[in-house]
């Protein structure tokens, strides 16, 4: 099956500073991302769809100046956690769909799980 | 509103069979998804529903009836490792995937 590779897979930051987690498609051609956050022992919350080369769209509720995501490329997606705070500590994990293919199914990142101390 | 419903939890025996139901309630529908998730990992794809019916793979079947917006997922021949939660999804017309609360399976030797 197609890979997602998210990086990094997990991560502590200091209150205050900004974190970048990647997503790549690594051998096919996602045109569009997706970007959940998870709560412990809670199902996946859709943050925002990213699309390459255009404004990603945002899920009600989440901060767009917070959350930052860019897709500069069919392969690439980042998300940044600005001045992030130790409520924003969750299990953080993309996903992709091949579009072109037909297929339907979304593979997932490894996901990456941040605590702010 | 969109809603999928599924146990909260369940526990089966080693080496027994068991079957997790999943209802929805979507905007549209184009296709249902069972993904495995162990703790502290990423979901992993089981399988994949469309049409009406049962898809077998190995251990692991899925069933779907559309009219009943109905799914279940049968595992069979348990293995301890088979602990983990199991999460149903359904692509609406959007296709964006809704989410279910995921049942987690405790396996008992």
């Known amino acids: 099956g197609a890979v997602v590779s998210q990086h990094p897979s997990w991560v502590i930051c200091k209150s205050g500073t900004s974190v970048k987690i990647e997503c790549r498609s690594l051998?096919?051609?996602?045109?569009?991302m997706f970007w959940y956050r998870q709560f412990p022992k809670q199902s996946l919350m859709l943050m925002a769809t990213?699309?390459?080369?255009?404004?990603?769209?945002?899920e009600q509720g989440v901060e767009k100046d917070k959350f930052l995501i860019n897709h500069a490329s069919l392969t690439l997606s980042t998300l940044t956690v600005t001045s992030a705070h130790p409520e924003d500590s969750s299990f953080y994990i993309c996903?992709?769909?091949?579009?072109?293919?037909?297929?339907?199914?979304?593979?997932f990142g490894q996901g990456t799980r941040l605590t702010v101390v | 509103g969109q809603n999928i419903d599924q146990p909260t939890e369940m526990t089966a025996t080693e080496g027994a069979i068991v079957q997790i139901n999943c209802t929805y309630q979507?905007?549209?529908?184009?296709?249902l998804f069972w993904y495995q998730q162990h703790a502290g990992e990423a979901p992993t794809f089981l399988s994949y529903?469309?049409l009406d019916g049962l898809e077998e793979k190995g251990r692991f079947s899925s069933f779907l009836s559309r009219s009943k917006g109905y799914s279940y997922l049968l595992l069979k021949e348990l293995q301890m490792k088979d602990s983990a939660s199991y999460l149903c999804?359904?692509?609406?017309?959007?296709?964006?995937?809704?989410w279910g609360a995921g049942t987690k399976l405790i396996i008992k030797p």
């Open positions: 979507t905007s549209g529908f184009n296709g």
């Open positions: 999804a359904v692509m609406d017309s959007n296709y964006q995937l809704i």
């Open positions: 051998d096919f051609q996602a045109t569009t």
């Open positions: 996903s992709a769909r091949e579009m072109d293919s037909g297929a339907a199914e979304a593979f």
């Open positions: 529903n469309v």
């Open positions: 990213s699309n390459e080369g255009s404004k990603a769209t945002y």
